[in-house]
T-cell receptor, first 117, second 118 residues
Framework: GAGVSQSPSNKVTEKGKDVELRCDPI?????LYWYRQSLGQGLEFLIY????????KSGLPSDRFSAERTGGSVSTLTIQRTQQEDSAVYLC???????????????FGSGTRLTVV | AQKITQTQPGMFVQEKEAVTLDCTYD???????LFWYKQPSSGEMIFLIY??????QNATEGRYSLNFQKARKSANLVISASQLGDSAMYFC???????????????FGKGITLSVRP
């Protein structure tokens, strides 16, 4: 597609349930990133994919969080046993390359607003 | 470790005037890239401008320019001729460029809220 697509756009879930958030990056973008933005806060890095591998998972806040990417394209962020503090906007971004210089800025999706009640 | 600092409180500017949004950074990597993003109330993140650490000139993109002072480790965004549509949250971000993989993530500051008054 023309942009980064995230689904669902909004998700309300009960505490303790599992949720899956999907990101479909721009075609040809090899790098994919997940961030979390709590209300009125900056962006917190979660995980980075280069192709299907995740060289940097350092931002995942707990083992309840996991992510995978298949076919070098779509990525799914899974949160198990959701807690109220997981409520946030989850943003996905993709870029052409990682590191190596140059203006490899991100293209962001519109985000998934997750509310845990 | 990377660190981006944006400490200004909410900023206000009169329409058609210029405004400077501050950003300081800290990195041990000699090669890095600095980015500014705009986030309107709709929530989308919009890329504005990029500055490489070895770029000789300050970056400019239309009404946006970056006042890059390497020795002071600052990368302030200047918006000229402010418009009502510039009201948004603005984020400064940095990426270390020498290393790939794990170090290619962007680290973001906490953002600055800009309000443009008519």
């Amino acid at each position: 597609g023309a942009g980064v697509s995230q689904s669902p756009s909004n998700k309300v879930t009960e505490k303790g349930k599992d949720v899956e958030l999907r990101c479909d990056p721009i075609s040809g973008h090899t790098a994919l990133y997940w961030y979390r933005q709590s209300l009125g806060q900056g962006l917190e890095f979660l995980i980075y994919f280069q192709g299907n591998s995740a060289p940097d998972k350092s931002g995942l806040p707990s083992d309840r969080f996991s992510a995978e990417r298949t076919g070098g394209s779509v990525s799914t962020l899974t949160i198990q046993r959701t807690q109220q503090e997981d409520s946030a906007v989850y943003l996905c971004a993709s870029s052409l390359a990682s590191g190596g210089g140059g203006n490899y800025g991100y293209t962001f999706g519109s985000g998934t607003r997750l509310t845990v009640v | 470790a990377q660190k981006i600092t944006q400490t200004q409180p909410g900023m206000f500017v009169q329409e058609k005037e210029a405004v400077t949004l501050d950003c300081t950074y800290d990195t041990s990597d000699p090669s890095y890239g600095l980015f500014w993003y705009k986030q309107p109330s709709s929530g989308e993140m919009i890329f504005l401008i990029y500055q490489g650490s070895y770029d000789q000139q300050n970056a400019t993109e239309g009404r946006y320019s970056l006042n890059f002072q390497k020795a002071r480790k600052s990368a302030n965004l200047v918006i000229s001729a402010s418009q009502l549509g510039d009201s948004a949250m603005y984020f400064c971000a940095m990426r270390e460029l020498i290393r790939t993989g794990a170090n290619s993530k962007l680290t973001f500051g906490k953002g600055i809220t800009l309000s443009v008054r008519p």
